[in-house]
């Protein structure tokens, strides 16, 4: 009567689970490297003195910020197809990570700029740099190193939304769960292995976020 | 000669003008003190001269250098204008000497061997060449602002601006700052500086500016000044700041 | 094949998101109620609630919905309870929202000074006494707009209920794109009900933020 588990009918399939978590690494690679690159342009325009461009930018942050990822996910390979932008599965999934991280981390790492003190960017300016110079020496690193724990979180966020991907059939993770269960019919041990897969994956993240700030914000012994 | 040259200069912030009109001339190597109460606009002229606050109204020369309202090219006044804060204003993620040499590395475009040394003697000069390494926070106020005054020296300025430069410190490192602006002021430094320290202005000042409700209400040699001053609210102000 | 208008389409969305608010408000409140419990166990005395409670939220925090969803819906037939989507949906979404809560309301606990846990224990109240006068009271007015904006989570959170085959507002999306092969425009609807929905609460958040921050 009582059901009885069998995971060896997951680990069976390891080949399948590593080829997915090697599949949503690099998603979530690809979207931090470009979606945190994207926030500080964002951000960097949030804080500029061109009204339009900040309009159109907090647009996109709320727009993005007020809708859910699997529907942005279904917009970028469903819908713009219609406007002949053609993605594959992939392509979709990197874009649609990219595009969402980028609206989060503009709106996290403007707060990290606006946190300056204004007495640091006056130094700045009185030393004859220009406002581009300013953020870029002056503005930017301190600020970054403000938000980086804000930030990590919302990157681990972004790499457990991206199980989502499996949707438009993206072969990440998800996907290979949802494809070993289909095999072995064992849908509760498929996806109870892979949900502690991603534990494991979110607190290795966090861990390699926090060495990469370590390092990043390390204080040189000599310049 | 001349050096800077203010011509009826006028600010507002919104409908408060603070700024009402000020003429002053600074000759080179000559050091000037603007004193005053609190809330007179001190430190409000002292940023117009480095283009922090745009004027409304008059001009401003600096070594050749004009500024007029609505000016936006700072950048040939600010290389000329160096300026040091009540609270410092160090970059934190930077050491003492990365601090220095920052503005001649991006702004004058100094190659980083070049600007390394300049700032190594800006550094020695304020007594502070076994500080390099050091960030800010590993630094007592009184070095953190005497970083400051090597940042500034290192873009070779013909002006120093200093706004109330040792308030913010503990009284017992008020003397190591002072002391460092006391030997610009003889290797004949042009120098403007907002104080409270009136032995201080007294003893290193050739010109004392006296301003008052955004005008300057009187100026002249110190000892003359504080001994026999024209105005009540002068002496109201010198019978209020103690002599220390 | 069946031709629909913009109206028809619309109005089906519409409909549908009738269950995407409904499922967010059971959601919300039941993991509201949840999350207190969770937090006060967070922040009790006892050693064992507190890292018991921690591991909850960190399951819930540290895996994804999706997951959460596919094990409730997979696992309970598995110890005998028939669920349907819809009792999935609720309580993976509950449990979900109780652990998120309880961590945003912790940090607003831990941000009361300990100068009030000291007066408060100087004048001789007992623990309860302490949370339930000195600490809860001030610790919920700076939680009210960390509490409303993750309400946008929840809303957002909804979405995921579609891939166990809830028929909410995403799903019926899929379901009217397959029969009227307009990705684009039926998508991009889907994207601004969901808007309409999570903008104002956002701004409402963050203007409640602002507020808080001037009044500090
Ligand atoms: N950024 C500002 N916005 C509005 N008013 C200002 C600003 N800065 C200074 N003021 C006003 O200008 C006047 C002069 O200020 P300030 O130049 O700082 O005086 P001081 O340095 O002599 O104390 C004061 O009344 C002050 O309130
Ligand atoms: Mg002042």
């Keep these: ?42 951000a960097a325009v949030m804080t500029s003195r061109s009204r339009i461009l900040r309009v159109i930018v907090s647009a996109y942050v709320e727009l993005i910020r ?56 006056e130094a700045g300016l009185s030393l004859g740099m220009n406002r581009v110079q300013v ?22 966020i972004v790499m457990l939304g991206s199980a989502v991907c499996s949707q438009i059939a993206a072969e990440e993770l998800t996907y290979a769960a949802n494809f070993i269960q289909s095999r072995n019919f064992r849908a509760f041990e498929s996806y109870f292995v892979t949900t502690i897969l991603y534990l494991a994956l979110a607190i290795a993240l966090r861990f390699v976020l926090k060495m990469v700030g370590n390092h990043m914000f390390k204080r040189r012994s000599h310049a | 000669m001349s050096l800077v040259k203010l011509q009826g200069i006028r600010k507002s912030y919104g409908s408060n003008e603070v700024l009402k009109g000020i003429d002053l001339t600074v000759n080179e190597g000559q050091v000037v003190a603007l004193i005053g109460r609190s809330g007179s606009g001190k430190s409000t ?49 930077l050491s003492a000497i990365e601090n220095v040499m920052l503005a001649p590395v991006v702004v004058k475009k100094q190659n980083k061997a070049e600007a390394r040394e300049v700032a190594a003697a800006c550094l020695a000069k304020v007594g502070l060449a076994d500080k390099e390494k050091s960030y800010p926070d590993q630094l007592s106020g009184g070095q953190q602002q005497r970083v400051a005054i090597a940042r500034a020296l290192a873009m070779q300025p013909r002006v120093l601006l ?25 290797e004949g430094m042009t120098l403007i500086l907002v104080t409270h320290e009136m032995r201080f202005a007294r003893d290193v000042c050739d010109n004392l500016v006296f301003m008052h409700g955004g005008k300057i209400r009187e100026q002249g040699e110190p000892e003359q000044l504080f001994a026999a001053p024209a105005t009540a609210e002068l002496s109201q102000f010198v019978g209020s700041v103690a002599f220390h | 094949m069946l031709s629909f208008t913009f109206w028809d389409i619309l109005s089906n969305l519409l409909l549908a998101a009738r269950w995407t608010v409904l499922l967010s408000l059971i959601a919300f409140v039941c993991g509201g109620v949840v999350g207190l419990l969770v937090l006060l166990a967070r922040v009790s005395r006892s050693a064992v609630l507190r890292k018991l409670s921690g591991y909850y939220i960190e399951a819930f925090q540290g895996t994804p919905l999706l997951m959460q969803l596919f094990l409730i819906f997979f696992g309970l037939p598995l110890v005998g309870i028939e669920v349907t989507a819809w009792l999935a949906a ?77 028929v909410e507002v ?39 933020e602002r507020r808080l921050h001037v009044a500090r």
């Design chain 2, 162 to 186: 200093c706004d109330e430069i040792t308030s913010a410190l503990d009284p017992e490192l008020v003397n190591e700052v002072l002391n460092v602006v006391r030997k610009l002021a003889e």
């Design chain 2, 45 to 93: 002229l002292l940023r117009t001269i480095n283009g922090l606050e745009e004027i409304n109204g008059g001009a401003l020369e600096v070594d050749g250098e004009m500024l007029r309202p609505g000016h936006t090219n700072l950048r040939a006044l600010r290389m000329k204008v160096g300026m040091v804060f009540q609270q410092f204003n160090l970059f934190p993620h």
């Design chain 1, 66 to 121: 007020n809708t859910p990822f699997l529907v942005q996910l279904f917009f970028i390979f469903f819908g713009l197809p219609a406007l002949g932008f053609r993605l594959s599965a992939w392509e979709a999934a990197s874009l649609a990570m990219v595009i969402n991280l980028g609206a989060y981390s503009t709106e996290i790492i403007r707060a990290g700029i606006e946190a300056t003190p204004k007495g640091q960017i």
């Design chain 1, 135 to 156: 953020f870029r020496h002056i503005i930017i690193s301190p600020a970054m190193q403000r938000i980086w724990p804000a930030l990590s979180s919302q990157i681990v």
């Design chain 3, 170 to 208: 995403t799903r019926a999306g899929t379901m009217i794109t397959n029969a009227t092969f307009q990705p684009f425009l039926v998508y991009g609807l889907v994207a601004l009900i969901y808007f309409v929905l999570c903008f104002p609460l956002s701004f409402y958040a963050k203007r409640l």
């Design chain 1, 1 to 42: 009567m009582a059901y009885s588990f069998d995971f060896s009918a997951v680990f069976d399939y390891s080949d399948v689970l590593l080829q997915g978590i090697l599949m949503t690494v690099q998603l979530t690679a690809v979207g931090t490297v470009f979606g945190v690159g994207l926030g500080i342009v964002g």
């Design chain 3, 90 to 166: 609720v309580l993976a979404l509950t449990l979900f929202t109780s652990a998120f809560l309880a961590e945003i309301w912790r940090g607003c606990v831990e941000a009361v000074p300990r100068g009030q846990w000291e007066a408060s224990e100087s004048l001789g109240m007992t623990y309860f006494e302490q949370m339930r006068h000195v600490v809860l009271p001030q610790a919920l007015r700076i939680s009210i707009p960390p509490t409303v904006g993750f309400s946008v989570q929840v809303i957002k959170g909804t979405a995921l209920t579609s891939i166990i085959g809830f």
